[in-house]
């Protein structure tokens, strides 16, 4: 693929790139499955006051320009690839919640929950027993979808600047990098790091879809 | 095959569950500025003013149509729905404002079995370990402490199996792992009745229990919950809309109508002799499965009203076709009778000036419309003359028809007080038998 | 007399992921002008699938043989065109849910002006009159001909999705578990409905259901239906005094009615459709099997004049 104004040769950092991609998204999405799962569950269920306030912050938060909002924490944090994750984390968290909370708000209507409430079960043994898994099959197509979102966004970071130091190597951050030397007509810095962000994209959601299809029927325990 | 031959009055013993006038009032959703624009509160009536009392052994029905309440008595009973006012009784001791722990420990004597056997058990979840879960909930109260160990476990499942045995899930080793969507219709409602007596009540509540079932599975269903019965020394309150299946079970039956109870006493008693015209109109139009005994019948008008604006004195009045000039008219029951009137192409004579109908409001005992000045007259007049063709217990009820300013008022008497009556063996609600 | 509708061996076999259901095997059902002929069997039997072969809305992908004869025209081999002007006109659908058939976003006055500038070139005016008359004959007050589905109580959103069946007059409607999801006065509602349609437009009913009770009630003929086979046919008379069917016998005594004395069922459960049994599909659960049974498809035979049943032993029963 040639080499970048350094000399650095651009398909081993093409690869790295790769890592340094996942790893972010690793940790920011993750970490936002983690935080936003529980949350949206209990405040799906409790309902009440909890709720509403919880609705109101995550709402908040979902209506921030995301790439801004992934700005601000990054540039609180510091640069660095946990410090990226993280704050792609605070991004993400309100759409897991609210997946989750929606979920739960139909699932908490059907008439299993009302027979284990009838047999006694207490919120927590509701939750965890009843609600949480049939739950959780909604979250495999939503998890690829902001996973490849995520990508995106933390190339937006590295492209503006925010977030990763250089040396580390990341395609947004080559191809920030490699903008300066497109009018001398050295277009490959530029292109293949850009091209390996829409083909992690795209090939992310594509796996979201067909995860879904394979996952779905099997969580669900269906038949046929 | 469970036959009825000589069904001797059960053993009965002392009154398990007893209801004393219970409303189940629930509000009905509108925007927050519209609420504070009602006059009174805005809600469905879904239970209003119900009592009634289950002896232990026996196997009280409740009989409606949907919206008759039934469903949300059967909840009140068992508490998952809270009852606005009134009272529950289980075996003596006041249920009404039960909460937290001590609730819990009812939930072990008192269990409820919903009307879909495909949506009551968690898809997520082994039959075995659907089963087996209250006793994980309650594990205390069995005197095992310590309800991680092995023992535990062990116990558990032994006590799942042999339930599963004693429904008839079997081969019971092999149907432990499967999963809901594994299971026939018939086997889920067995392993919902399975999960309900696992832990040994003495108060059992079936919603529907057959009616989602194919025919000829149900009686299969029915005969395990009769046998049950017997063998546990159960006490049932069997609701559901099948009147034929509430004869052949049920020894007592109440049957319900928008909220209310209006006939209540033995089965075989209100099926040979009903009092009540519901009673009677519900028996009527149950089909016969023997094309030989066709017949005419007489329905009720309409449909049942709605729940959050019942009709006043006796509820079935607008469709009653035994009603009396006492039984509740209002101002609605004339708007009603008016729109069918200025519908009718047949019967409309020279009614615009009486149209069109949402020129008219009805207030309680009062029906009126504002006219022209010119008009009022004339149409008190036209009013007069269209009440000849109205139902007689209608037209006696009305205390006047005047005009009033620019309004034409037409007032209804009240209606005498409705009241629960002993009529032969059994209670009914009807101003036929006051 | 022609039959208004004639089925020939027909069969339907939905794809699946774990292979073909086999839901109708070698269907055949002939029903006359102006008779109500029921359609009865329980879950699984195949009877809804008779419905939408015959109406042509099967899913994509769905393998069918045989043929369905409406007034002597094949409508298997029928294009899309064709099949919509026949929908509406000639054969019209009423199912157990009305809100299907229902848009809530549209009033029931534009439901019937949609459904007959559909099908026929008339004037607004024109198509809003015949949709009043269609409505005032069903007990809809014409008040309320502006309003929404959801304002109509269930068994008035029935009453409307009937008058919207009828409204082009066609010659057969198909009923699909019209009144499952109504209560029983309501239900004697509908069903009267149903029985003046019959008489003053001469129309016929194919009334499928899984109620023995309305089909007593108002049906001519009765066809019962067992794992996607058709198992017994004849006037109802004849059907239930004296079912000739093993199938039939069963479900005959477990309706539990008002006079019932003995509760009956029926052993086992149907069958899976994708791996049904060999010869005859009821012999796992018949008290009657024998090896022929096993062996052999019971071929349909007229055992008495009008009365059809498909078992090797049907004159046992006569």
Redesign the interface.
């Known amino acids: 693929m040639g080499t970048d104004d350094l000399g650095r040769d651009l398909f081993s950092r093409m690869l790295y790139g790769a890592r340094t991609s996942l790893e972010i998204m690793a940790i920011g999405v993750f970490l936002a499955l983690i935080i936003g799962f529980p949350v949206g569950l209990v405040s799906g269920y409790l309902g009440g006051t909890l709720d509403r306030v919880l609705v109101l912050v995550m709402d908040s938060i979902y209506a921030f320009p995301g790439l801004l909002l992934a700005a601000m924490v990054a540039l609180f944090l510091g640069k660095g690839v946990f410090n990226v994750g993280i704050a792609i984390t605070v991004i993400y968290v309100p759409t897991y919640f609210r997946v989750t909370r929606n979920q739960t708000l139909s699932v908490r209507e ?3 929950v ?9 919120n927590w ?1 509701v939750i965890w ?2 609600i949480a ?2 739950v959780l099959i909604s979250i495999p197509v939503v998890f690829s979808l902001s996973a490849a979102d995520a990508i995106l966004t933390a190339a937006g970071l590295s492209f503006l600047g925010l977030g990763l130091e250089r040396p580390t190597p990341d395609w947004g951050l080559d191809l920030s990098d490699a903008q300066k030397f497109l009018t001398s007509g050295v277009w490959w810095s530029s292109f293949f790091p850009g091209v390996m962000i829409i083909i992690l994209t795209v090939g992310l959601s594509f796996l979201g879809e067909g995860l879904n299809d394979i996952v779905n029927p099997l969580l ?5 | 095959m469970t036959g009825l031959e000589e069904r001797s009055p059960p053993e009965l013993g002392d009154e398990i569950l007893r209801l004393d006038n219970v409303n189940v009032h629930f509000p009905v959703k509108m925007p927050f500025v519209q609420r504070l624009l009602q006059r009174e509160e805005v809600v469905v009536h879904a239970v209003d003013g119900v009592s009634f009392s289950v002896r232990a052994g026996e196997i009280l029905g409740l009989v409606g149509e949907s919206g008759c309440g039934k469903t949300t008595v059967g909840r009140a009973s068992v508490r998952l729905v809270n009852p606005t006012s009134g009272r529950i009784f289980f075996a003596g001791q006041d249920i009404s404002k039960l909460g937290g722990r001590n609730l819990r420990v009812l939930r072990r004597k008192m269990q409820i079995i919903f009307q879909d056997p495909h949506a009551s058990l968690n898809p997520a979840m082994t039959i075995g370990r659907a089963i087996g879960h209250p006793l994980w909930i309650h594990g205390a109260a069995f005197g095992l402490q310590n309800r991680g160990s092995e023992a535990f476990g062990k116990w558990v499942q032994q006590r799942v199996l042999s339930t599963m045995r004693e429904v008839g899930l079997t081969p019971e080793g092999q149907l432990f792992d499967k999963f809901p969507g594994d299971l026939s219709g018939g086997q889920k409602q067995r392993a919902v009745i399975a999960r309900a007596l696992i832990l040994g009540p003495s108060l059992l509540v079936v919603d529907e229990g057959v009616s989602m079932l194919d025919m000829s599975i149900r009686a299969k269903v029915l005969e395990l919950m009769i046998d049950l019965k017997r063998h546990h020394g159960l006490t049932y309150l069997f609701i559901t809309h099948d009147l034929a299946a509430a004869k052949f079970v049920c020894d007592r039956i109440a049957i319900m109508y928008l909220g209310r109870i209006v006939e209540i006493g033995p089965a075989r008693d209100i099926y040979s002799d009903p009092k009540h015209p519901y009673t009677k109109a519900l028996l009527q139009v149950i089909p016969i499965p023997d094309p030989d005994k066709r017949k005419e019948k007489v329905l009720p008008r309409g449909e049942v009203p709605d729940a959050v604006h019942p009709p006043s004195g006796c509820r079935f009045h607008p469709r009653c076709p035994a009603v009396l000039a006492a039984c509740g008219w209002e101002g609605r029951d004339f708007v009603d009778f008016l729109d069918d009137h200025l519908s009718d192409p047949k019967q409309a004579g020279d009614e615009s000036i009486l149209g069109p109908i949402e020129g008219w409001r009805a207030d309680g005992l009062v029906a009126m419309m504002k006219a022209e000045p010119e008009n009022v007259e004339k149409a008190v007049e036209r009013v007069k003359a269209i009440l000849v063709g109205a139902p007689t217990a209608m037209t006696q009820a009305i205390a006047s028809v005047s005009a009033q300013n620019r309004t034409v008022m037409l007032r209804f008497n009240p209606p005498n007080e409705l009241r629960q009556t002993q009529v032969q063996d059994r209670v009914v609600e009807c101003l036929l038998y006051q | 007399m022609e039959p208004l509708l004639q089925v020939q061996d027909l069969s339907v076999h939905y794809k699946t992921r774990r292979g073909f259901v086999r839901a109708l095997e070698e269907f055949k059902l002939d029903a006359l002008q102006g008779e109500t002929l029921g359609v009865v069997g329980e879950t699984g039997c195949g009877k809804s699938t008779l419905g939408k072969a015959i109406l042509g809305i099967l899913p994509a992908g769905t393998q069918v043989e045989g043929k369905v004869l409406f007034r002597g025209r094949d409508l298997t081999h029928l294009g899309n065109q064709m099949y919509r002007r026949l929908r509406g006109e000639e054969i019209a659908l009423i199912f157990q849910d009305p809100m299907t058939r229902l848009n809530p976003l549209m009033t029931i006055m534009d439901h019937f002006v949609e459904e007959i500038q559909d099908h026929e070139s008339v004037s607004s005016a024109e198509a809003r009159s015949r949709a009043r008359e269609a409505l005032v004959s069903m007990g809809i007050h014409e008040s309320r001909i502006k309003n929404y589905p959801h304002e109509f109580s269930g068994g008035m959103r029935q009453r409307i999705m009937i008058a919207l069946a009828i409204v082009l007059k066609p010659s057969l409607l198909i009923a699909d578990e019209p009144t499952t999801s109504l209560d029983v006065i309501v239900e004697s509602q509908i069903l009267g409905i149903l029985q003046d349609l019959k008489r003053a437009y001469h129309m016929s009913v194919l009334l499928i259901t899984h109620n023995l009770g309305i089909v007593a009630e108002v049906c001519d003929r009765v066809a019962v239906l067992y794992a996607g086979k058709l198992v017994e046919l004849g006037p109802v008379r004849n059907v239930f005094h004296k079912p000739l069917h093993p199938y039939t016998q069963g479900l005959l005594a477990s309706i539990i009615h008002l006079e019932t004395r003995e509760l009956h069922s029926i052993e086992g459960s149907p069958p899976d459709l994708i791996a049904p049994p060999s010869g005859c599909r009821f012999h796992p659960r018949c008290p009657y099997a024998q090896s022929i049974c096993v062996e052999k498809v019971p071929p349909l035979v007229e055992f008495e004049p009008g009365h059809f049943a498909a078992c090797h032993f049907g004159d046992k029963f006569l």
């Open positions: 059907e008439p299993y009302d027979a284990a409430r009838s047999l006694g079960a207490g043994a027993s009843y898994y049939n669900r325990k269906e038949r046929a």
